[in-house]
Structures are given as C-alpha cells and as structure tokens.
C-alpha cells in the first residue's frame, strides 16, 4: 500500500499570501477569506469567513479565531 503525500502550499509573506488569494479578485461580492497556517507556515485550511456585498462586508474577530481554534 502506497503512502500518498501531498506538498502543503505555504504563505511566509505577503506575495506568498496574494499567491494564494489571487483568484478572489474577480469576485463580484466582498469575501473575507482565511488562511490557517501551521507553525511551518504551511495552509492547513482556506476558508470563506464571511461574504458581503459588492461594496463590503462586517466580520467580527470571533468569526475568524473560533474556525481557526477548530482546524
């Protein structure tokens, strides 16, 4: 039985983040969107947090620390 490992993408700095967030820009709609790293600063999840409208959106800090307090 062969062991499958899968490359875990990382984000260290913000070019790395914007890698990884690119295809949100042409979103019609405001999203808030979350990127949960380990301590080697690999994504463990990417998660829509909240979506908004096409000019905004209200996120309070609880809606993205309990999902990452869950990954």
Known sequence: MA???MRRSVV???QEAYSALRDIGSRKQEHVIAL???SRFEVLERRVICIGSLDGVNVLPR???IPGIGT
Do not use: T
């Open 3 to 5: 062991l499958k490992l």
């Open 36 to 38: 949960f790293l380990n």
């Open 12 to 14: 260290r700095n913000s």
């Open 63 to 65: 809606d993205i620390i």
